[in-house]
Structure formats: C-alpha cells, structure tokens
C-alpha cells in the first residue's frame, strides 16, 4: 500500500461514518510516521487498512465503513486495497499510546484526518498479537534499521497482558538486544 492510497481510505472513511478523526491501528498505520520507499514489503503488502474511531461506543461507525469500503465492496474491487472497521479494542497497545499517535492530514484526506499509531507502538501490538506474519512484520522493520529494539524493549514494559505473553514479548524483543 501507499500513502496516497491510505488518505483515500481516510477521506473515504470519515465521509462514511461523519466522523472526521479516523485512527489507523493496522500495519499501515506505519505509512503516517515512515516514507513507503523507505518500507520493507512486509510493511506494506497487506491492501487493508484497520479502521476505527475514537468515538464509537457500539463500533456502528466501524460497520458501516466495513459494509461500503470493506473487503469485497465495490470499492475494493475498483481500487484494490479496501478498509476494515474495527473497534478501538482490537488492538492493544502500550500505556500512553494516544500521546504518540501521528496525524495524517493533507488535501487528500479532508474533510477528515487520520492518526495513525507511532511505529513502535504499532509494532508492540503487532507482537502482542503473535502471528507468524506479525513478527515478520517487526523482523522487518528492525532488520531495516526503523524501529529501535530498545524502544520496543521499554513499550513492551508499558503494555497490560497476561505474564505468560508478556515473558513471550520479553524472549521474542531480546534477540535482537546487545548481551548485557
């Protein structure tokens, strides 16, 4: 995906639901924060974009988005990338995430804007999520020299999970640490 296709996704998605603060939660949240020509592909080969909105109590907002611009709608099928609602509980993330989220805002996107998560908080709720494609995903971009082991290290501290997954964020982050 690229950033012009996210903005369209954006603009699209706040018309939908009249909600002008669209947030980005999935990988393509990297796209707000990253040029894409400085993106691995496994940071910007997925065509979805997770979609949801701060102020969406019973995710009606993320529905209808998900019906008009979702997976097999006539949009997707014209533009090749579609968007997905979700509810803001979908992903979790680290304490203090909402102070870092990253605006996307241009002539593309109005009437509305986007925020996207910052990249290491992006990265920490993709491991949270513990797919293979996820850590692929952080495998990536820390091979690609954007994201910093160390941060993700600190987010990781900074997210509230089970101690089994948390010592599974720990074993997976450490790897990629200098032996202290």
């Known amino acids: 995906m690229r950033r012009e296709q996210l903005e369209h996704v954006l603009r699209s998605a706040c018309q939908i639901a009249g909600d002008p603060d669209v947030l980005v939660i999935g990988s393509q949240s990297l796209l707000g924060a990253i040029p894409e020509s400085r993106l691995p592909l496994e940071a910007t080969a997925s065509m979805e974009v997770d979609v949801a909105f701060f102020d969406d109590p019973d995710d009606h907002k993320?529905?209808?988005?998900?019906?008009?611009?979702?997976?097999?709608s006539p949009f997707h099928e014209m533009n090749g990338y579609y968007a997905q609602g979700v509810s803001m509980s979908t992903a979790t993330l680290?304490?203090?995430?909402?102070?870092?989220?990253?605006?996307?805002?241009?002539?593309?996107?109005?009437?509305?804007?986007?925020?996207?998560?910052?990249?290491?908080?992006?990265?920490?709720?993709?491991?949270?999520?513990?797919r293979e494609k996820d850590h692929a995903f952080a495998d990536a971009l820390?091979?690609?020299?954007?994201?910093?082991?160390?941060?993700?290290?600190?987010?990781?501290?900074?997210?509230?999970?089970?101690?089994?997954?948390?010592?599974?964020?720990?074993?997976?982050?450490?790897?990629?640490?200098?032996?202290?």
């Open 62 to 72: 993320a529905d209808q988005v998900d019906g008009a611009i979702g997976e097999f």
């Open 94 to 130: 680290p304490d203090g995430w909402r102070d870092r989220l990253v605006l996307v805002e241009s002539q593309s996107t109005r009437p509305g804007r986007g925020y996207t998560l910052e990249p290491h908080d992006c990265v920490v709720s993709k491991l949270v999520a513990g």
């Open 142 to 180: 820390i091979r690609a020299g954007l994201i910093d082991p160390a941060v993700v290290a600190e987010r990781i501290e900074m997210v509230e999970v089970h101690p089994r997954v948390q010592g599974r964020l720990r074993d997976w982050i450490a790897t990629y640490l200098p032996a202290t």
